[in-house]
């Protein structure tokens, strides 16, 4: 099935610093999604990119599409504390009806005040 | 108003019991899911479905079955509860963009 390689799969950095994370895909998706999800609680949508090439910002974060469609990055400028948690990518290719999500394995950023 | 609410947020039980986890909700979306979140932290589909029809089923034992009474709701019901069971679970819904998820339901099995 598809699978996500999602990197680094851990970073710990100083707060103020900025940070850039990735993923590709073993194939082509249509949709990629970024998602931050804090300890106890679901993943909450960051940034959605819907087509190949495109960026995309919400404040200090930045997300873009890959012109291959096999994959995509989201940078963080700047660093501050309740930047910590998981952050997860997710591609989706429309089949069916509706298409299933899938997920990469998830970037856990401590920052250190 | 939370837009996706699952109950309960933590559950304890003996192996070999049978349990229920709710979801509901109000964002009038119509595609529910239940993902399972491992201790590593990936998020595994499960079961999707379509205004109340199973769409998506992967491999998942027959243990677990979905049930949607109506498009605002998805339960996740488990028969024989198993040490590996041990996992969070995640409901979320979706219309056709990024998928809403729940906070999530802590399923532990002794």
């Known amino acids: 099935g598809q699978q996500l390689n999602q990197s680094p799969q851990s970073m710990f950095i100083q707060e103020g610093e900025d940070v850039s994370m990735n993923c590709t895909s073993s194939s082509i998706f249509n949709t990629w999604l970024w998602y931050k999800q804090d300890p106890g609680e679901g993943p909450v949508l960051l940034i959605a990119?819907?087509?190949?090439?495109e960026l995309t910002s919400n404040g200090r974060l930045t997300a873009q599409f890959g012109i291959t469609r096999k994959d995509s990055f989201l940078n963080i400028s700047a660093s501050i504390p309740s930047d910590v948690g998981i952050y997860f990518c997710?591609?989706?290719?429309?089949?069916?009806?509706?298409?299933?999500?899938?997920f990469g394995k998830g970037t856990k950023l401590s920052v250190k005040p | 108003d939370t837009a996706v609410s699952q109950t309960p947020k933590y559950l304890v039980t003996q192996m070999g019991n049978d349990k229920s986890i709710k979801c509901e909700q109000n964002?009038?979306?119509?595609?529910m899911y239940w993902y399972k979140q491992d201790s590593k932290k990936f998020l595994k589909i499960m079961f999707s479905y379509n205004n109340k029809e199973l769409i998506i089923n992967e491999t998942v034992p027959n243990r677990f079955s979905p049930k949607s009474p109506d498009k605002a709701h998805l339960n996740l019901h488990i028969n024989s509860l198993e040490l590996g069971d041990s996992a969070v679970y995640f409901c979320?819904?979706?219309?056709?963009?990024?998928?809403?998820f729940g906070s999530g339901t802590r399923l532990t099995v002794v």
């Open positions: 990119l819907y087509k190949a090439g």
């Open positions: 979320a819904s979706s219309q056709s963009l990024g998928y809403t």
């Open positions: 997710a591609g989706r290719n429309y089949g069916g009806s509706q298409g299933n999500l899938i």
């Open positions: 964002l009038g979306h119509d595609t």
